[in-house]
């Protein structure tokens, strides 16, 4: 974890709108489709206030875009290299992603690498702030391990197309793939990640602070890891199917 994150002092937004961006994210997890518009009719809020709180949350619908939009002009962004490709081993396909994380007094971020193949998470970190630095702290945790991908896929977001994030993927000769703008489907199974970690952990509890917040989701991905049973996986755990065929 970053060094900020253990001296967290939630702040910066009422209980009123706490509250109602848990909805939203709830909302979302359910209506990725839904903008600030339908978000604001459900909650009976004004759309320029629904927009605010999503945009602080970095979420945005999903539809597909007429125009890819580049998140920083000094950054390249990369080719989508998995469509028609058949994934059928551990460490052919690594991807990362971030997601929003509501807590009793405010929110922080949370990044996962994950194994495609095995839907094993390799690492995760928490953080209060979007900066790039908690997620290459993940990925070098990940690269930490004697495996490296054929492929890494990420969204368009600068975090990941900063130059130190793709640097480090350089490094290892691990080539770079990046989602089209607003296609969730490209990187859909950290997608379902996401939904699992918030139906099966974060939507049941009401985190006080970081602290508490690390503790329980270091629980929970060593459950998911080592215990949790996935259907696409014929009932296997991600851990069994990660190591039994790499």
């Known amino acids: 974890m970053n060094r900020s994150t253990y001296y967290f002092s939630p ?7 706490l509250e109602l961006m848990r909805r939203i994210d709830e909302l979302y997890m359910e209506y990725p489709f839904y903008g600030c518009r339908k978000m604001a009719a459900v909650l009976d809020i004004d759309k ?3 927009n605010r709180l999503m945009r602080k949350m970095d979420i945005t619908a999903i539809y597909p875009k007429p125009k890819i939009t580049v998140p920083n002009v000094d950054h390249e962004i990369y080719p989508y290299l998995l469509r028609d490709v058949t994934i059928e081993k551990p460490n052919h396909v690594w991807s ?3 997601t929003y994380v509501p807590m009793r007094c405010g929110f922080v971020y949370l990044v996962a690498v994950m194994d495609w193949h095995s839907r094993f998470v390799l690492s995760w970190r928490l953080s209060n702030t979007l900066e790039k630095s908690f997620c290459i702290d993940a990925l070098d945790e990940a690269l930490q391990s004697q495996c490296r991908p054929e492929i890494f896929n990420t969204d368009q977001g600068s975090q990941f197309t900063s130059h130190e ?16 703008r607003g296609r969730a489907l490209d990187n859909v199974f950290i997608e379902r990640l996401w939904r699992s970690v918030k139906y099966e952990e974060i939507y ?26 996935h259907q696409s ?14």
């Not at 702040?11 to 709108?17: F, L, V």
């Not at 994030?165 to 089209?180: E, T």
């Open 11 to 17: 702040q910066g937004e009422s209980e009123t709108n």
């Open 96 to 98: 990362t992603d971030i």
């Open 204 to 229: 049941l509890r009401s985190y006080e602070t970081v602290r508490e917040l690390e503790f329980s989701l270091t629980r929970y991905f060593r459950f998911y890891n080592e215990q949790r049973p």
């Open 165 to 180: 994030f793709v640097g480090r993927l350089k490094q290892h000769d691990i080539a770079i793939s990046m989602d089209g």
């Open 233 to 246: 996986l014929s009932y296997q755990t991600p851990l069994k199917v990660y190591t039994a065929t790499k």
């Open 48 to 50: 320029d206030h629904a």
